[in-house]
Every structure is written in structure tokens, then in C-alpha cells.
Nanobody
Framework: QVQLVESGGGLVQPGASLRLSCAASGRTFSTYAMGWFRQAPGKEREFVAAISTGGNWAYYDDSVSARFTISGDNAKNTVFLQMNSLKPEDTAIYSC????????????????????WGQGTQVTVSS
């Protein structure tokens, strides 16, 4: 089992930055690739970013690739999502997820492939 707990969400103005954290516990963190997803009210969950187990590979949705950065700290079993230049359309519940890695470079954008999910943290971007 892997337990995931997100933090760092909040209410910010357009153009601001937030850093989300996802702390993992349970099985060896380094055997799992990680991802961030978000779900806005009335919309389906969508992929945001993913990172490989060693952190050497990352993959982003086009809507955030120029503004968001995913990173990981294996020693602390934590994955981060740095979000810059936030827009109102970024408002959503952000959740992290873990999937058993198929290779050292494996990243995954399909939510259905993930094995474990956190509860999510609310991000609201509004003036």
C-alpha cells in the first residue's frame, strides 16, 4: 500500500504561484512513478504532469507545460508541483497519484493506470 497526502493548495490571485506537495508513505517510493491530476467543478479529471521514479523524465499537459514544474525528492518521499502564472482556469482540486514503474523512464498520463491516489487539495485562482 502507498498512502499519499497532498498539501499546499489555497486561494490566490491570477498570476500568482503555488507549490503543491505530495507526501508518500508505505511501499518504497522509488519504485513508483508519480503524477498530478486535477478536476474542476462539473468537469472530468484531467492529467497535469507526471514524473519518473528517478525524476529524470517528466511529462506535461500542453496547457501547463510552460508554467508548471513537477519534481521529486526521493529521500523525503515527496513530489512537488510548482505552479507559476496561475490562471482562473487552473482552479480545481489537484490530486497526486502513484503507479508502479515499468521502467526508470516511465511516465503515465492515463488516470486509469494509476494504483494509488491522494485525497486532493483545492486550488482556487480568483481576483
Amino acid at each position: 500500500q502507498v498512502q499519499l497526502v497532498e498539501s499546499g493548495g489555497g486561494l490566490v490571485q491570477p498570476g500568482a504561484s503555488l507549490r503543491l506537495s505530495c507526501a508518500a508513505s508505505g511501499r518504497t517510493f522509488s519504485t513508483y512513478a508519480m503524477g498530478w491530476f486535477r478536476q474542476a467543478p462539473g468537469k472530468e479529471r484531467e492529467f497535469v504532469a507526471a514524473i519518473s521514479t528517478g525524476g529524470n523524465w517528466a511529462y506535461y499537459d500542453d496547457s501547463v507545460s510552460a508554467r508548471f514544474t513537477i519534481s521529486g525528492d526521493n529521500a523525503k518521499n515527496t513530489v512537488f508541483l510548482q505552479m507559476n502564472s496561475l490562471k482562473p482556469e487552473d482552479t480545481a482540486i489537484y490530486s497526486c497519484a502513484a503507479v508502479r514503474a515499468r521502467s526508470s523512464s516511465y511516465t503515465e498520463k492515463s488516470a486509469g493506470e494509476y494504483d494509488y491516489w491522494g485525497q486532493g487539495t483545492q486550488v482556487t485562482v480568483s481576483s
